[in-house]
C-alpha cells in the first residue's frame, strides 16, 4: 500500500490503502406560525419526494463479499542513513506500513548520504472480476512491489502476479493461478445518481471484509492533482487499507474502485473517492491485452475560468477550461486551437472547470476524433482535433527604448529585443519593465512576458492601450514567466 499526501487549502490528499465511499444527506425545515393564514395554493405545486428506506446491505455482502480480497506487499526501498534517525511525517500516526510508500526525498545539494535497502510491507483491497483469477486493485497499492500475495475470504492465500499497472489512473490488474472463483458484477458509472446509496468492502487497517455504506456526493469530481479521472466523490468511510476495494451501488454492481480521501489527518473525515468502473475497466483491457495503457494527448495547457476571466473573454458565466497554450504542431494546434479559447465542451460533455478536461480525455483513445466547442473573441466556435498519443515524445517551442506606463493596468512596458525573443521563445511580446496597482494586485511581476490581451495577441504598446479602452470591468493578460504560460485576470478600477 502506499500513500500519497498532497496539502490543498490545508487539507491533504491522501491516497489510502483501501477507499470506502459515502455521501451526504439532505434535510428540509417546515415552519409554521401559530394562526397564521395559509398561503394560497400554488396551481403547479412541485410533488412531494416519496421517502426510501436504507437499503439491506447484508445480499450484497453475503454473495459478493467472497469476491473481495486483501492484498499484502513486500519489497525493499532505499533509505538514507540519515532518514533512518530522523522523525517521519507519517499521517497515518506510526503506521509501520508507512515507509513502504512515502517517498524518500533527496539531501541537500552538495550532500550525499549513504543510502541502504530496506524491507517494506503494505496492504490494501481488490476484487476479482474473472474466475480464472483476474483481480483489480490501485497501482499505489503494489507499487515498487517484489513479492504480492492475495488473501481469499475462506483464508486461501495465491502469490500474485502484477500484469500490470497504470500510474495516472492509478489502476492495476493482478493475476492468481486458480480456477473457479467467485467474481463481482461490473455496472454502468453513467447510470449512478448523485445521493444513491453506495457500499464500500475491504480491509481497513487490515480488517478483512470490512463494510461500510454512504452516498454518492459527487460525479466527474476533478481533484488538484492532473488526474485523468473523472472521480466519484461519496461520504463512504475510506481508511488505510481500503484502496484498491470495491464500490457497490444498491442492486449489487460495481461502480468504482476506491482510491483516494480529502484528510488533515489521513484518516476518514467524509470525503472519499473511487475511479469510475467505466474508466478502471478499460485501463484492465489494455493492461490484460498488452500489459501496457495508451492514454490521448491533446496538447493543451488550460487554466481554471474565473468570473474575472469571464468578465475578460465576454463569458455569460465562469465556466470551461481557458487554454493558456497550445503545443507547436500538436493535435490542438493541427486543430486550430489558439491561446485564449475557452473550451466549453468535448463530444457534447460540458467542461464546467479546467479539470474536467482531462478526465474527459481519459475515456478517448490515441486516434479518436474530438468534437470540441469553444468561446472565441466573444462567439461559439466549434473544432474537431484528432488525439494523440500522450507517451509520444514531442517537442514544445515555445536599440531598446524606454517604457510607457499605463496607470489604468499599472504595467510598464517595452518591446522585446530580438536575443530577448531568442531567450523567450516567442515571435513577439512586451517586457513588463514594472508592475504596479491593478496588475501588481493580480499577481503580475518585473520580468514577465506580456504576449495577448483578452486572447488577441500584442505586438505593440498601441495595441495593449486599445484593448484596454475596448474593456469594462477586466482584461485578461497571457503572461509568460520563465517556460510557463498562464492567463492573469486583472480587474480595472
Known amino acids: 500500500m502506499q500513500t500519497i499526501s498532497l496539502k490543498t487549502s490545508r487539507l491533504m490528499l491522501a491516497l489510502v490503502v483501501a477507499g470506502v465511499i459515502g455521501g451526504a444527506s439532505a434535510s428540509f425545515i417546515q415552519s409554521s406560525r401559530a394562526h397564521a393564514t395559509p398561503p394560497p395554493v400554488v396551481a403547479a405545486a412541485t410533488a ?8 439491506d446491505f447484508s445480499q450484497i455482502t453475503e454473495r459478493f463479499g467472497p469476491a473481495v480480497v486483501n492484498i499484502s506487499v513486500t519489497g525493499t526501498t532505499k533509505v538514507s542513513d540519515e532518514s533512518a534517525t530522523t522523525g517521519r511525517e507519517d499521517p497515518f500516526g506510526n503506521d509501520p506500513f508507512f515507509e513502504f510508500f512515502r517517498r524518500f526525498q533527496q539531501g541537500q545539494p552538495g550532500r550525499s548520504a549513504p543510502q541502504r535497502e530496506v524491507p517494506t510491507r503494505g496492504q490494501g483491497s481488490g476484487f476479482i472480476v474473472s474466475p480464472d483469477g483476474i483481480i483489480l486493485t490501485n497501482a499505489h ?13 475462506d ?3 495465491f502469490r500474485a502476479k502484477v500484469l500490470g499497472a497504470d500510474p495516472k489512473t492509478d489502476v492495476a490488474v493482478l493475476k492468481i493461478d486458480a480456477k473457479n472463483l467467485p467474481v463481482v458484477t461490473l455496472g454502468k458509472t453513467s447510470e449512478l445518481k448523485v445521493g444513491e446509496w453506495v457500499l464500500a468492502i475491504g480491509s481497513p487497517y487490515g480488517f478483512e471484509n470490512t463494510v461500510t455504506a454512504g452516498v454518492v456526493s459527487a460525479k466527474g469530481r476533478s481533484l488538484p492533482d492532473d488526474s485523468a479521472v473523472p472521480f466519484i466523490q461519496t461520504d463512504v468511510a475510506v481508511n488505510p487499507g481500503n484502496s484498491g476495494g470495491p464500490l457497490f451501488n444498491a442492486r449489487g454492481e460495481v461502480i468504482g474502485i476506491n482510491s483516494q480521501i480529502y484528510s488533515q489527518t489521513g484518516g476518514y473525515q467524509g470525503l472519499s473517492f473511487a475511479i469510475p468502473i467505466d474508466v478502471a475497466n478499460k485501463i484492465k483491457n489494455q493492461l ?19 468570473q474575472t476571466l469571464a468578465d475578460s473573454f465576454k463569458l455569460d458565466k465562469p465556466n470551461g477550461a481557458l487554454v493558456s497554450s497550445v503545443e507547436k504542431n500538436g493535435p490542438a494546434d493541427k486543430a486550430g486551437l489558439q491561446p485564449g479559447d475557452v473550451i466549453l465542451s468535448l463530444n457534447g460533455q460540458p467542461i464546467v472547470s479546467s479539470g474536467d478536461l482531462p478526465a474527459a480525455l481519459g475515456l478517448a483513445a490515441p486516434g479518436d476524433k ?7 473573441k466573444g462567439g461559439r466556435d466549434t473544432v474537431t482535433a484528432q488525439l494523440g498519443n ?14 510607457e506606463s499605463h496607470g489604468k493596468l499599472g504595467l510598464a512596458l517595452r518591446p522585446l529585443q ?3 525573443k531568442r531567450e523567450a521563445g516567442v515571435a513577439d511580446g512586451l517586457l513588463i519593465q514594472d508592475a504596479s496597482g ?3 494586485m493580480a499577481g503580475v511581476e518585473a520580468g514577465d512576458v506580456l504576449l495577448a490581451v483578452n486572447g488577441t495577441p500584442v505586438r505593440s504598446i498601441d495595441q495593449v492601450r486599445a484593448a484596454v479602452a475596448k474593456s469594462d470591468k477586466s482584461v485578461a493578460l497571457l503572461i509568460q514567466r520563465g517556460e510557463d504560460k498562464i492567463f492573469v485576470p486583472v480587474r480595472l478600477g
Open 370 to 376: 474530438v468534437k470540441l466547442e469553444i468561446w472565441r
Open 48 to 55: 412531494p419526494i416519496a421517502s426510501m428506506a436504507v437499503p
Open 438 to 440: 491593478p496588475a501588481a
Open 155 to 157: 483464508r486461501r492465500e
Open 418 to 420: 530580438p536575443d530577448e
Open 390 to 403: 500522450a507517451g509520444d515524445k514531442t517537442t514544445q517551442t515555445a536599440s531598446k527604448g524606454d517604457g
Open 141 to 153: 497499492v503494489v507499487r515498487d512491489a517484489k513479492e504480492v500475495t492475495v488473501k481469499l475470504t
Open 288 to 306: 490484460v491485452a498488452t500489459g501496457k495503457v495508451e492514454h490521448a494527448r491533446l496538447g493543451v495547457a488550460v487554466q481554471e475560468v474565473n
